[in-house]
């Protein structure tokens, strides 16, 4: 019937006048979130630089600030400019801060290689500080045996 047709249309106007309104809403938010996003990121990175500053700090002995320019940057120079030892260091500091940050509750720390520049000395350091760390389990793929002074359990292939 005329009144059935009526009510059918009627109903779906109100739907389609439902979901404008919902998308109005969503538009605003995208708007609003897209505004923040800016804010959001660099709160993000000084998180990770702060926490890639402390360990790295830690891990060396001697206070160093690491920022974001193109890549890392540490103590206002490009990360270029550093050792193969220290960029070791600089590349754990950096799992760790990433670790810690993005996936607090996380148990575990994998690390592939992590020494590859470093004498038997600063690894066996390195070594420490990362069973320090708070990790109920590290991983450690090397072909390096200072690794084996601080392993409860050893795979070799």
Known sequence: SLVEKITRLKEEVDS???????TRINNQLLRALRTIKPQVANKIWQTVCSTVSHYFSLMRDQQSVVTKGDGFVVDGKDVSSLSG???????????????????PSCRFLFLDEPF???????????LGFITSTGFDQVIVVTHEDTTEAVADNLIAL
């Open 85 to 103: 030892s220290t960029l070791d260091i600089l590349g754990i500091a950096i799992r760790i801060a990433l670790t810690k940050t993005f996936m």
């Open 116 to 126: 590859a520049a470093g004498d038997a000395q600063r690894q066996a350091k390195a």
């Open 16 to 22: 389609y006048r439902s979901t404008i309104a919902d």
